[in-house]
């Protein structure tokens, strides 16, 4: 696999763990997410990528800390959107 399918697959697995939240309904406040940026015209596929780069950043946080998954600080950076976490 090249760098680039391999940054593919990462997008979707990632895309896919977003879509699984919302159709599980937990965490709640990605459905929130969602609305809100529905609400001020982001299109649904540009929200789930902008979603699945704050998922990729909290874990890519921690496994570089070595500390388990922060539900708090991935809530923080959804709210954020569409900003986007600063790069460490």
């Excluded at 697959?9 to 309904?25: C, H, K, P, R």
């Excluded at 609400?39 to 570089?64: F, H, K, N, P």
């Amino acid at each position: 696999m090249s760098e680039q399918d391999d940054e593919d697959f990462a997008q979707d697995t990632l895309s896919q763990a977003i879509e699984n939240q919302l159709e599980a309904g937990e965490p709640a406040f990605v459905q929130s997410v969602l609305n809100k940026l529905t609400l001020v015209g982001y299109e649904r596929d540009e929200i789930i990528e902008l979603m699945a780069l704050v998922l990729a950043d909290e874990i890519d946080c921690m496994l570089r800390e070595e500390r388990s998954f922060d539900l708090a600080r991935y809530e923080q950076g959804l709210r954020a959107l569409p900003e986007l976490p600063a790069q460490h």
